[in-house]
């Protein structure tokens, strides 16, 4: 496929850039095309979508309002409403078991089994059995989530304890990844009372403090690693090595499992108020996710831990 009838090159903050127009059963929509510095020469008639980087822009200011990047061509209409999201989240696939579960996995030690949930009996068993961290009868109820997140949201996630975890893995898949590309409001600044960790977004002076040269050169680095990740695979380069090129701000997914202690052990972790806001965010979809199978128990070890 190529583009043609292309406008006039415009010369914005992150390089050259023409737009086509497409007429199509929707309406009129605009491909925004950003172009490598090895084509300032090229007829832009004469420019294959493979070989060029897609930039989504708002119009009418032309401003970049955050990048799906890929070297296919991507259509969008006039509007900012269409801008498009990389959201992180965490879907739960699969769960077994409920409260009924711990009560009678407790009970088994009396030879007991019970049919149906009691809310003031039961309530009380689990609330004890968390308060006095008698956390096995927990770990019979069961859960799997499929979680989308940056590779580094997902390499401080993966350290906790006694949860199964799968991962998509690029020494098999060679398309073309996705990256999470903040825009310059959303970076937040170092904290000043604490090695690690960032102030918090609502932060007087956290607003777009990331110079626009600075912001414009990430999103540069961005579209060179992933042309250097693509000429690497026609290249001949084994994916198990051209994927070193890849940033880190990636986005990834996997399939997390586990017992409902464990979940709770981690979401207590990563929801607390020092842990990084964008591991947290999938924290707190998970967990209420989990208060929605396992209200008591879900309830009572968020009380105790």
């Known amino acids: 496929m190529l583009l043609q009838t292309f406008t006039p090159l415009l010369w914005l903050q992150w390089g050259w850039v023409a737009f086509a127009p497409i007429r199509s059963e929707e309406g009129s929509k605009c491909v925004a095309v950003s172009l490598p510095p090895q ?42 409403k269409d801008k498009v999201h990389i959201t992180m989240k965490a879907v739960l696939l699969d769960h077994m078991g409920n409260d009924l579960t711990v009560v009678n996995a407790a009970r088994v030690s009396f030879g007991k089994r019970k049919q149906t949930f009691d809310a003031v009996k039961d309530t009380r068993l689990i609330n004890y059995l968390a308060a006095n961290r008698h956390t096995s009868p927990f ?18 996630l993966v350290k906790h304890k006694f949860l199964r975890w799968n991962e998509v893995s690029r020494r098999y898949v060679t398309n073309l990844p996705q990256i999470l590309e903040l825009d310059r409001a959303s970076w937040r600044q170092q904290a000043e009372d604490k090695k690690q960790g960032s102030k918090p977004s609502t932060s007087a002076d956290q ?57 709770a052990d981690m979401c207590h972790l990563r929801m607390d108020d020092h842990a990084q806001q964008e591991s947290r965010s999938i924290a707190i979809q998970i967990s209420n996710q989990m208060e929605k199978i396992y209200p008591v128990s879900w309830k009572a070890l968020a009380q105790t831990n």
């Open 39 to 80: 084509t300032f020469f090229v007829k832009p008639q004469t420019i294959a979508c493979t070989t060029i980087s897609i930039v989504l822009v708002s119009f009418p200011t032309c401003r970049p309002f955050g990048v799906l990047m890929g070297f296919d061509a991507q259509v969008i209409h006039r509007t900012r």
């Open 139 to 156: 770990g019979h109820c069961f859960a799997s989530f499929h979680v989308q997140a940056p590779v580094f949201v997902a390499r401080q």
């Open 207 to 263: 607003h777009a403090f990331v110079p626009v040269e600075l912001h414009t050169a990430i999103h540069n680095t961005y579209i060179q690693a992933l042309q250097a990740y693509k000429d690497l695979l026609e290249a001949g380069v084994a994916a198990e090595q051209a994927r070193m090129v890849l940033p880190q701000s990636m986005m990834t997914e996997w399939i997390w499992s586990g017992s409902l202690d464990a979940f």
